[in-house]
Each structure stands twice: as C-alpha cells, then as structure tokens.
C-alpha cells in the first residue's frame, strides 16, 4: 500500500506542476470539481443526471482550461517542452483528450439517427426523454474512457500505475478543491500564471 500511496502522489505532484500553471486552468478546475462533486451525490439518485452534470459542466470547463489557457510554451519551471509533456503524461493527453471529446459530441449523432440505439432504448417520445438517453450513452463513454486508459496503463506501466491513475481520477475533484481554491483570488489580483516559486529549479 505504501507503494500505491507513493505512486498516487507523484502522478499527482506531476499533474499539478506540469499541467496547471495558468491561474484562469485552476479556477476552471475548482468550477469543474465543485460541479463533479455534486455529480457524485446525484449518482445515489439519479446516474443519468450526474452524468450530464459531470459531462457539461464538469468536463466542458476543466478541459476549456487545458485547451485555450494552459501555455504551450518552455516550461521553466520544470526545464521540459510542451512536447515532452504531452509525450510523458500519464494520463489523457492533448491528441487523447481530443478523440475522448469527439466520441463524447458525436454520440447524440448516433441516439439521432438510431432512436434505439440498437435496441438499447425505448426510441424517446419526447426532448425529455432523449437529452435523459443523451445522459445515459455519456455516462457509459465517461466509465469507459476511464478503464480504458486504466487497462491500458497496466501495459504501458504496470497494474500499480494503473490502479494510481484511475483512483486519481476518481478523487481529483477533493484534490482540485483543496489545491486551487484560491486560484479565482489570485486571478482577481491579475495574477495570470502562476510562479510556481516552490517548484522552481535554483
């Protein structure tokens, strides 16, 4: 376990001083794991609308931060290229991320054209109903993305690395609270990347 511990850490030490510099990326990553924490109560209750919260708001913010204010520049702080970054990430990179993306807005396309989706629905009577089959298709693209890549790492890295990466993801949303809420304060500041002055290399 104490294996398991450490690996956690490090994949999530390196997630925040690789990936997260820009302020406005963290304020959009406490939007999104304040939005992601009330997706996990409403899948007590009602799955299909967690995941329509989680993909929505959820995703839709966290990667906006990625994609248009992360700097894709030298990262001096760490000495590495962007390109170094995308190539080592554990996790969904950039290329990643755009395919997961691309499956998630295409599937609505899919529910369109085959109101059944292959006899897995009653065809919706109403908009209602298919924004709720909508939900249902993005919550299965949502736990398969996330095994996908866990098994995948299991190759690539070894089951530990794995299991580490899929309980960070699964516990991201109570790390991003507690790391990047007072980003929104620093923003106000006009503090638009943060120096990162602990990680610094002297």
Known sequence: MREFFRTLEVQRHDDHRYYHHSRINQSLHLLSAISFVCAYVLLFTDPVAAALVAWLVSMTSRQAGHFFFEP????????????????????????????????????????????????????????????????????????????FRTVHLFFLQGVMAGLAWMTKILTDPFHDIALYYKAPMYLLRGELIDPMTSLRKS
């Not at 993306?101 to 065809?123: K, M, N, Q, Y």
């Open 72 to 147: 894709t520049s030298y990262d001096e702080v760490n000495q590495a290229t962007h390109e170094h970054k995308e190539a080592i990430k554990v996790g969904y990179n950039l290329r990643r991320k755009v395919v997961l993306i691309a499956i998630w807005a295409a599937s609505p396309l899919l529910l369109w054209i085959d109101p059944s989706l292959l006899g897995a629905f009653e065809p919706a009577a109403n908009a209602t109903e298919f924004v709720r089959h909508v939900g249902a298709m993005w919550l299965v693209i949502g736990a398969g993305g996330l095994l």
